[in-house]
Nanobody, 115 residues
Framework: QVQLVESGGGLVQSGGSLRLSCAAS????????MGWYRQYPGKARELVAS???????NYGDSTKARVTISRDDALNTVHVQMNSLKPEDTAVYYC?????????WGQGTQVTVSS
């Protein structure tokens, strides 16, 4: 079955950095758009970053200046490097894999940024 396993979340001080990783299995990884989304309590998930099978990247307005997404098709893994973290970045971050008419979500990983 399809699994998306996130790692790299945790507690970091304001101004620090984290690298989130998502390891995918059970899918043809190089045919999927991969993305990272975050969700605050009571709100919809919002885009952090995404990357196409061809390597084209897209970033959310609130994260564009501070994040970089990359994928390693040989390892079926997508990463997002997040720098200059702020307390408002505190959220649950979810890995997403998508094709037309088909998408999957990971379980989420907590990122907490302290003042």
């Amino acid at each position: 079955q399809v699994q998306l396993v996130e790692s790299g979340g945790g507690l970091v001080q304001s101004g620090g950095s984290l690298r989130l990783s998502c390891a995918a299995s059970g899918l043809t990884f190089n045919k999927f758009f991969m993305g990272w989304y975050r969700q605050y309590p009571g709100k919809a998930r919002e885009l952090v970053a995404s990357i196409s099978p061809e390597g084209e990247t897209n970033y959310g307005d609130s994260t564009k200046a501070r994040v970089t997404i990359s994928r390693d098709d040989a390892l079926n893994t997508v990463h997002v490097q997040m720098n200059s973290l702020k307390p408002e970045d505190t959220a649950v971050y979810y890995c997403n894999a998508a094709r037309p008419g088909l998408y999957y979500w990971g379980q989420g990983t907590q990122v907490t940024v302290s003042s």
